[in-house]
């Protein structure tokens, strides 16, 4: 028997397949019956959702906090059988609101029942918008975390590129938690993706609302800003109207060769950057000045940037300096830059065109290892931030 499954995402068709033996009541359940050929092969209740590929644009955007509807069929000896359903990200009770104020725009997902429950900000990287942290903030708070997702440029009245952004933009969203009645006082913790996490340690080492970091794809270095053309030689973050340190990365991205097909991997951007500590050393995040524990996500075969080893950099700098709280590194082999978030979902391994610059680029990391990742990460990240903020 071959399932096909259709599930539709981000504004895209994604498609898996997979071969089933059924047992003897006809019955397959992919939570015990291995696949044994298709886009992936094992037993993995989620494998026909993380290992599907985009197949083409879907008629609709169905993004979240929408649910993710899928179909399936299921060609069998007598015949084909359908089936449609879907998934939703919100727990039954769960709400999400749009944010709309002066300084804050956004989502705010908050938990079912009368709280006060732990706040959390959330954010994405140098897509802009709300990108991946308009999953997250439903996800977690159906666990419980009223989770403001921001968007801090490439939004209506917001910056429209990543440079020269107040670091202040997180205050604001902790601010605007910790006004709510049903959130619970003291500190919020801070979630951000890629460029994100540079905001997010940022946002720990300054702010005395942050309580906890969870930083996905890291970076312990903060790099210059990037527009639409790419990378520009000024500041991607500032604090009380003054430049924060940075690397300029635009000659070294310049001289990363395309191929003559494919995206582009702009690791090797960074990486002759690293292998000289007098060229970033400067612009090392002071981790050690965060309030509380802090959560590093990366994975070794990250294409988009050297993540593991820019997380490890954070890593010594903060034993280095007597870092009184806990901090946690989830490193994975097989995981790429996409090796964190919801898992479940299908796996992108590339950016067709990317929302700022427009280019293609590598994600890096393989399906069954960026899946394994999320599987595996996901929950302790939900763990560590109640832990952190109860």
């Not at 498609?15 to 033996?21: G, I, L, V």
């Not at 619970?184 to 946002?203: C, I, Q």
């Not at 612009?283 to 940037?305: K, N, Q, Y």
């Amino acid at each position: 028997m071959t399932v096909t499954a259709s599930t539709l995402i981000d504004g895209f068709v994604h498609e898996a397949t997979a071969t089933f033996t059924a047992d003897h009541t006809g019955v397959v359940d992919t939570a015990r019956h291995a696949s044994t050929a298709g886009s992936y092969t094992g037993t993995d209740p989620f494998g026909l959702w993380w290992s599907a590929a985009p197949a083409g644009p879907a008629a609709h955007a169905a993004t979240p906090p929408g649910p993710v509807t899928t179909r399936l069929r299921a060609d069998t000896a007598g015949g084909p059988v359908t089936a449609e359903f879907q998934r939703h990200w919100l727990a039954a009770g769960a709400t999400v609101t749009e944010v709309r104020e002066p300084g804050v725009r956004g989502m705010f997902a908050r938990p079912a029942g009368p709280g006060p429950f732990p706040g959390v900000v959330a954010f994405g990287g140098s897509g802009g918008g709300l990108g991946p942290a308009a999953a997250w903030a439903p996800v977690l708070a159906s666990r419980g975390l009223a989770t403001l997702a921001i968007a801090y440029f490439g939004g209506p009245g917001l910056p429209g590129a990543l440079a020269g952004i107040e670091v202040e933009v997180v205050e604001r969203a902790a601010h605007w938690l910790l006004r709510r009645g049903d959130v619970a006082p003291g500190t919020v913790g801070v979630m951000g993706t890629s460029r994100g996490s540079e905001l997010a340690l940022w946002a720990g080492a300054l702010l005395d609302t942050i309580g906890a970091v969870v930083a996905f794809a890291p970076s312990g270095i903060s790099w210059s800003g990037l527009d639409a053309g790419g990378p520009v030689d000024a500041p991607a973050w500032t604090f009380a109207g003054q430049p924060l340190p940075y690397v300029p990365i635009g000659a070294s991205a310049k001289a990363v060769p395309a191929p003559s097909a494919g995206p582009v991997a702009l690791r090797a951007a960074f990486e002759p950057v690293l292998a000289d500590p007098g060229l970033f050393e400067s612009a090392v995040i002071p981790v050690e000045d965060i309030r509380g524990p802090v959560l590093f996500v990366s994975g070794e075969a990250d294409t988009m940037w050297p993540a593991t080893p820019l997380t490890r950099i954070a890593e010594q700098r903060a034993r280095d300096r007597g870092f009184p709280h806990p901090m946690v590194h989830l490193c994975y082999r097989d995981g790429g830059h996409t090796c964190t978030g919801v898992p479940g979902t299908p796996i992108v391994t590339e950016v067709r065109n990317h929302p700022l610059t427009g280019g293609r680029y590598s994600f890096g990391g393989t399906r069954a290892g960026n899946a394994h990742a999320r599987a595996d990460s996901w929950p302790r990240v939900v763990a560590f931030l109640r832990d952190a903020l109860d």
